[in-house]
């Protein structure tokens, strides 16, 4: 990784591509960014408008559209093309059309002699990421996807409501899927240091009660399709996840993040990409963190792996 300069190579400047450049930019968070889509016009307009922001921003970034020739020297390649559901087309036939895009982009990416990290935010992301780590060969710690990490911090946003403190105080995970199948491991779930299961039985210091913090798991992972009634699609909540991602790595922090990570036997589960908390820096996946779930928990996350595993199973790549 060039420690002199931070780049990143944006590809797809579609709502999530440029909530994330857009989040770049307001955080600083890199030095150069490239945006690369296949529709030249609009990455170039997209260049422009940015551009005219600068002013306005602590960052003095370099932004202009480019060619995937302009990852030789990139950090990271952030992949949010694809295309979407057609009415009537399954979840595999939309997995498959999918996968055919990412094949050409991987490619285009390797072919310019790339050697960073992928971070992955085409949905289904888990399989997708799964798939750019098949099509470009890399270390799987050099693959990850977005995950759960939006999901984490709705239900952070959420439970801070609840209990009426900051979000950031709140110390709970979604993982598995990002997906129907995903769930919130509340074994694991604190508030500061006091686990959120024995605030809830102790009636005099809960401002809700425990069936109320058990409906937001389902508020969590309804919430997409709230938004995307509402306004068409949700892409500032993952931008900014994604921004949060880069920052990890490019600052090599060391920050615990619930992203799309391959599986080496954590969990029991080996080969198959999932939203698990995971120490990021400039490595990409220093360590999948193993949270000590109980024995109903290990059942829903297996279960959670292998509907993944047989969707990717499914694809002819």
């Known amino acids: 990784m060039n420690q002199d300069l931070r780049k990143v190579a944006l590809v797809g400047t579609g709502m999530v591509g440029m909530s994330y450049a857009y989040a770049l930019l307001n955080q600083n968070v890199c030095d150069e960014l490239v945006l690369i889509d296949?529709?030249?016009?609009?990455?170039?307009?997209?260049?422009?408008?940015?551009?005219?922001?600068?002013?306005?921003?602590?960052?003095?970034?370099?932004?202009?559209?480019?060619?995937?020739?302009?990852?030789?020297?990139?950090?990271?390649?952030?992949?949010?093309?694809g295309v979407a559901q057609k009415p009537g087309e399954s979840r595999l036939e939309l997995l498959q059309r999918n996968a055919k895009v990412f094949s050409s982009i991987v490619q285009?990416?390797?072919?310019?002699?790339?050697?960073?990290?992928?971070?992955?935010?085409?949905?289904?992301?888990?399989?997708?990421?799964?798939?750019?780590?098949?099509?470009?060969?890399?270390?799987?710690?050099?693959?990850?996807?977005?995950?759960?990490?939006?999901?984490?911090?709705?239900?952070?946003?959420?439970?801070?409501?609840?209990?009426?403190?900051?979000?950031?105080?709140?110390?709970?995970?979604?993982i598995g899927e990002h997906g129907d199948?995903?769930?919130?491991?509340?074994?694991?779930?604190?508030?500061?240091?006091?686990?959120?299961?024995?605030?809830?039985?102790?009636?005099?210091?809960?401002?809700?009660?425990?069936?109320?913090?058990?409906?937001?798991?389902d508020e969590v992972r309804n919430a997409a399709q709230h938004i995307i009634r509402a306004k068409g699609a949700t892409y500032y909540g993952i931008g900014m996840s994604l921004a949060r991602i880069t920052k990890s790595i490019l600052n090599n922090e060391n920050s615990v993040v619930t992203v799309s990570a391959m599986l080496l036997g954590e969990y029991g589960e080996k080969n198959v990409f999932a939203g698990v908390p995971c120490i990021i820096n400039r490595n990409g996946v220093k360590r999948v963190l193993s949270l000590s779930l109980n024995e109903q928990e290990i059942e829903q996350f297996h279960a959670s792996c292998h509907t993944l595993r047989t969707s990717f199973e499914e694809l002819s790549l």
């Open 108 to 174: 285009a990416v390797l072919s310019s002699g790339f050697d960073g990290i992928f971070l992955v935010a085409t949905n289904p992301v888990d399989i997708m990421t799964q798939i750019t780590c098949s099509l470009s060969g890399f270390d799987p710690r050099r693959v990850v996807g977005s995950g759960t990490a939006l999901d984490t911090a709705r239900l952070r946003y959420l439970l801070g409501g609840l209990f009426e403190v900051d979000s950031r105080n709140i110390h709970a995970y979604v």
């Open 38 to 81: 296949l529709n030249k016009e609009r990455a170039a307009g997209e260049a422009m408008d940015l551009n005219h922001g600068l002013a306005f921003s602590t960052s003095a970034m370099k932004i202009y559209a480019g060619e995937y020739s302009d990852c030789a020297d990139a950090d990271i390649a952030v992949l949010c093309a």
């Open 181 to 217: 199948s995903e769930f919130v491991p509340w074994s694991q779930a604190m508030l500061a240091t006091r686990p959120i299961i024995d605030i809830c039985n102790d009636l005099s210091d809960c401002p809700c009660t425990w069936e109320q913090v058990r409906a937001v798991e």
